[in-house]
């Protein structure tokens, strides 16, 4: 049974570097660390196989028996009085229970052959993480972030991934030179056209390509499409939300490689 260490300055290093994980985005491409925050998260990742580098929890967390055998986990404990755990949350209302992890366990190379959905200049954190929990939950093992989408491991997209993360290799800074690398079939949707995804004999394994919430794929990213795919909407909207279209069209990948 790990003992812990008590924290109650608010100026405490430790504290002041969580603060600013917990608030800035993409603090943790030059902190290397990432911090988990919620009973969720924290047993997602160890659920997996992560051991956190330090729990930081709060008093009050620290009475909580299943929150004091999460945080036994962790190879260092810090407890925190409960109004400066509040002070360093990034959450509305405070959880009990956050986890520092090292970013460089977490970081993966580009894999060739690999079922992957690649992000072209998304910007909405919450689109983000519920299209990695469709890739994960869809059989899809890995996802290509190019530059100019939202950082993968920032903790608006984390709270929205709810764990997918740790199920999925994730590369994050690549352009469209990196799609050669994967050597797959590429796949687009398109609402101009394209033929229709229920009708398509869809490759497996494939590169999904999604593409900015209000422009779309950039044109050198759909010149390297191997199919284009339509996705049929008879209610006669316009277009879906591009979560909304990679869980359709991940699904449909899902379908057809299940089926008898």
């Known amino acids: 049974m790990k003992a812990p260490v008590h924290i109650s300055a608010r100026d405490n290093p430790l504290l002041v570097r969580v603060r600013r994980l917990a608030k800035d985005g993409s603090a943790y491409r030059k902190d290397g660390l990432l911090w988990l925050e919620g009973d969720h998260l924290c047993r997602a990742f160890v659920a997996r196989g992560g051991v956190p580098a330090q729990a930081v929890v709060s008093a009050r967390g620290w009475q909580d028996d299943a929150v004091h055998d ?7 404990i810090v407890v925190v009085p409960d109004a ?10 405070a959880a009990e229970l956050g986890f520092l992890i090292d970013h460089a366990d977490l970081s993966s190379g580009l894999q060739a052959g ?38 993968l491991w920032s903790p608006k997209v984390l709270r929205a991934g709810m764990g997918a993360h740790f199920a999925l290799r994730l590369v994050e800074g690549g352009d469209a030179g990196d799609l050669d690398q994967l050597a797959l079939p590429l796949l ?14 869809l490759p497996w394994p494939c590169g999904w390509l999604l593409g900015h919430e209000g422009q779309g794929l950039g044109d050198k990213l759909l010149q390297r499409a191997t199919m284009r795919l339509a996705i049929p909407q008879p209610g006669g909207e316009e277009s879906l939300n591009v979560a909304a279209a990679a869980a359709v069209c991940l699904y449909e990948s899902a379908r057809q490689r299940l089926a008898p």
């Open 84 to 93: 400066l755990f509040a002070g360093i949350s990034g959450l509305a209302s």
């Open 188 to 201: 687009a949707t398109s609402s101009h056209g394209g033929g229709d995804l229920t009708r398509a004999a």
């Open 114 to 151: 690999q079922a992957t959905v690649v992000l072209d200049r998304l910007q909405d954190a919450g689109n983000v993480g519920s299209i990695l929990r469709s890739a994960a939950a869809f059989g899809f093992v890995q996802v290509l972030a190019l530059k100019g989408t939202a950082a």
């Open 70 to 76: 999460l945080a036994q986990t962790a190879e260092r």
